[in-house]
């Protein structure tokens, strides 16, 4: 059973940077690609980004694209979240999630997530 | 880009109910959706893959149907546990995931 543990949320100013972190405790954490999904109030799930297994590519959602970066340390079992020039529609709570698939060049379905971490941007 | 669109946004039934909820995708995606629950303060739980494969540890109480552009999550006989939204996803395998705006079971 993997488990995803999330940390680095918290409240933030419009136009400052964050990052998130999201560390597994599975042995196949570099067999399986990485998603970040986002839930703002009120709304409905939002994907964010993936990372490829091996981190040969990431795709991003168009209202993320080239303000977050997603990366990955398969020595720490780690994938990242950064975000930078956040806005306060960004506030949300942001989820880590592993690709169904492994070592697939692609992207499927989310079967294993975080417990999810909360950011707030307000001034 | 392809656009998802769940029917009803919201719905109240009983315990032993049929519910039905619907997808609707912007063009064809085969059967390139998948089905999502989420219920509050917890993290979403993966029900079906494919349009129609139900995950292990899925109840089978769940189902889904369709191909193209139009799809069915089924809950044959709704229990106070299926409280949750519930979210369709298509997958594009290589550019992007969409989810659909989500319906939202409550218990009447």
């Known amino acids: 059973q993997e488990d995803l543990v999330q940390s680095g949320g918290g409240v933030v100013q419009p136009g400052r940077s964050l990052r998130l972190s999201c560390e597994s405790s599975?042995?196949?954490?570099?067999?399986?690609?990485m998603h970040w999904v986002r839930q703002a109030p009120g709304k409905g799930l939002e994907w964010l980004a993936v990372i490829y297994y091996d981190g040969s590519n990431r795709h991003y959602a168009d209202s993320v694209e080239g303000r977050f970066t997603i990366s990955r340390d398969n020595s720490k079992n780690t994938v990242y979240l950064q975000m930078n020039s956040l806005r306060v529609e960004d506030t949300a709570v942001y989820y880590c999630a592993r690709d169904k698939i492994g070592e697939v060049r692609g992207m499927f379905a989310m079967d294993v997530w975080g417990q999810g971490t909360t950011v707030t941007v307000s001034s | 880009d392809i656009q998802m669109t769940q029917s009803p946004s919201s719905l109240s039934a009983s315990v032993g109910d049929r519910v039905t909820i619907t997808c609707q995708a912007s063009?064809?995606?085969?059967?390139?959706l998948n089905w999502y629950q989420h219920k509050p303060g917890k993290a979403p739980a993966l029900l079906i893959t494919?349009?129609?494969h139900l995950e292990g540890g899925a109840p089978s109480r769940f189902s889904g149907s369709g191909s193209g552009t139009h799809f069915t999550l089924t809950i044959s006989s709704l229990q106070p546990e299926d409280v949750a939204t519930y979210y369709c996803?298509?997958?594009?395998?290589?550019?992007?995931?969409?989810f659909g705006g989500g319906t939202k079971v409550e218990l009447q």
């Open positions: 599975g042995h196949r954490f570099s067999s399986y690609g």
């Open positions: 494919d349009a129609s």
């Open positions: 063009q064809d995606i085969r059967v390139y």
């Open positions: 996803q298509h997958y594009d395998l290589f550019v992007a995931l969409t």
